[in-house]
T-cell receptor
Framework: AQSVTQLDSQVPVFEEAPVELRCNYS??????LFWYVQYPNQGLQLLLK??????LVKGINGFEAEFNKSQTSFHLRKPSVHISDTAEYFC????????????FGQGTELSVKP | DAGVTQSPTHLIKTRGQQVTLRCSPI?????VSWYQQVLGQGPQFIFQ???????GRGNFPDRFSARQFPNYSSELNVNALLLGDSALYLC????????????FGNGTRLTVT
């Protein structure tokens, strides 16, 4: 079984500042890792994914994440945020043989202030 | 190309009633998954269907059921609705490969009164 912990429920940050949203996971099998973003009254949009290979993954909208197997972490970063990045961000994990079944964290609300 | 479409967008039901939610996957996607997202929480896995067969089921009571049709669209049914069933129900589709990411629809907001 897998589980995901997002370490911050809310992250307030000023526009153009860097941000890191933290995610730890646990699993007894190989995993795939994902970050999704959810804007108000919408579904989830995939930001980036780690399947294998390079541990630094680049996604859309200038976001990137680093897979750290020894620390079982997959933190999301952006060097300079915009007001439009204000949204709920979800980290998710699936077993490598369990496509379609994602385990989500509780979410981190990113609030970008001018 | 059209993304994942869900209908209806909003629904209000009374306790004890039954509800059917519908989902059309992205063209070419044969796998459909359903998730429940209660306000303030992350989505929770309910079902996955692939080629009309159930591939996985989450920890939900038997009041929840689903099916997938030959055109890969899907329905989620919930019987004997409880107040706690109020949530955003998300449908996602994915391609054939095991590592294909999920593409989500905008969801159906169900309110049970």
């Amino acid at each position: 079984a897998q589980s995901v912990t997002q370490l911050d429920s809310q992250v307030p940050v000023f526009e153009e500042a860097p941000v890191e949203l933290r995610c730890n996971y646990s699993s007894s099998v190989s995993v795939y890792l994902f970050w999704y973003v959810q804007y108000p009254n919408q579904g989830l949009q995939l930001l980036l994914k780690y399947l294998s290979g390079s541990t630094l993954v680049k996604g859309i909208n200038g976001f990137e994440a680093e897979f750290n197997k020894s620390q079982t972490s997959f933190h999301l970063r952006k060097p300079s945020v915009h007001i439009s990045d204000t949204a709920e961000y979800f980290c998710a994990v699936s077993g490598s043989n369990q496509g379609g079944k994602l385990i989500f964290g509780q979410g981190t609300e990113l609030s970008v202030k001018p | 190309d059209a993304g994942v479409t869900q209908s209806p967008t909003h629904l209000i039901k009374t306790r004890g009633q039954q509800v059917t939610l519908r989902c059309s996957p992205i063209s070419g996607h044969k796998s459909v998954s359903w998730y429940q997202q209660v306000l303030g929480q992350g989505p929770q896995f309910i079902f996955q269907y692939y080629e009309k067969e159930e591939r996985g089921r989450g920890n939900f009571p038997d009041r929840f059921s689903a099916r997938q049709f030959p055109n890969y669209s899907s329905e989620l049914n919930v019987n004997a609705l409880l107040l706690g069933d109020s949530a955003l129900y998300l449908c996602a589709s994915s391609g054939d490969r095991g590592n294909s990411p999920l593409h989500f629809g905008n969801g159906t907001r169900l309110t049970v009164t």
